[in-house]
């Protein structure tokens, strides 16, 4: 699936303008399923829903695909990030975001079929913009400065603390610096593994894809495409 992240990156076109934050749910779902089925066989759009559906259905046709990502960026992001914005930890640049959606809509079937993030490799210049530095108070990582949000929780509501990212043999939660990934096992950051290295998520590979995942004989691989159209 193309998910929304915030790095940073290069710009995009100028067609969308602006974007409002309550309307880039919907205008995602717009953008990301007219590719997703001009580009994709039927095949390729149901391995790229897997179980996810809408009322029980499979996900099969454009209009599904729409109210697919306006719900789900609407009801689990929104929030989120309308709350950062009130306490001044995130702003949001709109013009950034429409840019980022054009981007979307200029894609080649080609280039669209290797895209697995709205993020600075793909092209879309940060939209949502972390305003508070480490040691200061935070309640999810995309505030934070350094993407480190430690001891934040909801049950009880409680912030925590930016803090600059782990790095090689550091210990570790979740989050590391770049070219390590979080070994829960050591529960320390390790460098990301060369394709045919073993591994057991996405994060532990310089290429972002473990082959055969979660099934215990996972091997980092180059990332194939989402689909071709073949």
Same mark, same amino acid.
């Given at each position: ?45 149901? /391995? ?18 729409? /109210? ?19 306490? @001044? ?34 092209? %879309? ?63 320390? %950051? ?25 099934? @215990?004989?996972?091997? %980092? ?5 989402? %689909?071709?159209?073949?």
């Amino acid at each position: 699936m193309l998910v929304l992240v915030a790095c940073g990156g290069g710009g995009g076109g100028g067609g969308h303008d602006s974007v409002a934050l309550t309307d880039f749910g919907n205008r995602l779902g717009t953008s990301y399923c007219m590719k997703e089925f001009s580009c994709c066989t039927s095949t390729e759009i149901q /391995m790229d829903f897997g179980a996810f559906s809408i009322g029980g259905q499979p996900i099969t046709t454009e209009p599904q695909c729409e /109210m697919f990502y306006s719900g789900l960026f609407n009801s689990l992001v929104i929030g989120e990030y309308m709350t950062s914005i009130a306490n @001044g930890r995130v702003v949001y640049d709109s013009n950034a975001a429409g840019a980022c959606l054009d981007l979307v809509d200029s894609l080649s079937c080609s280039e669209f079929g290797t895209q697995t993030s709205l993020d600075g490799a793909s092209g %879309c210049q940060q939209f949502f913009i972390p305003k508070v530095a480490d040691g200061a108070a935070c309640a999810q990582d995309y505030e934070c400065t350094s993407n480190n949000c430690v001891g934040a929780t909801t049950q009880p509501l409680k912030d925590g603390a930016c803090m600059p990212l782990p790095s090689s043999g550091q210990t570790c939660s979740f989050n590391c610096a770049s070219g390590t990934y979080c070994d829960f096992g050591m529960h320390s %950051c390790q460098p990301v593994k060369a394709n045919g290295g073993a591994c057991d998520s996405n994060d532990t590979c310089t290429s972002a894809y473990c082959d055969g995942a979660n099934t @215990g004989s996972g091997v %980092c691989a180059d990332k194939p495409a989402r %689909c071709d159209g073949i």
